[in-house]
């Protein structure tokens, strides 16, 4: 695997890693009781973002680290998988 395909593919898991965490803590205006005006009441209170941008590039980087390890050190891959439909 290339440095492009590597670099591809850990954002393609960043990005939905990201969207994984980002319910984790969420608290809304709602949950709170104190909606501020010209807001909705789904409206998070403290979204805590950077806090979030950092545990997904934790988890992904761990995640990418198993995905390399497994088809590149190991060699497993999609052909190995048995083939489910006859013919194949």
């Known amino acids: 695997?290339?440095?492009?395909?590597?670099?591809?593919?850990?954002?393609?898991?960043?990005?939905?890693?990201?969207?994984?965490?980002?319910?984790?803590?969420f608290r809304s205006q709602a949950d709170d009781g104190e909606v501020v005006l010209g807001t909705t009441a789904s409206a998070p209170t403290q979204p805590q973002i950077w806090r979030k941008v950092w545990m997904t590039t934790a988890v992904s980087t761990i995640v990418f680290a198993l995905f390399y390890l497994v088809t590149q050190v190991y060699g497993f891959g999609p052909d190995d998988l048995p083939h489910f439909i006859p013919g194949t």
């Open 1 to 25: 695997m290339g440095w492009i395909s590597a670099l591809a593919i850990y954002f393609i898991i960043w990005w939905t890693v990201l969207f994984a965490i980002l319910p984790i803590g």
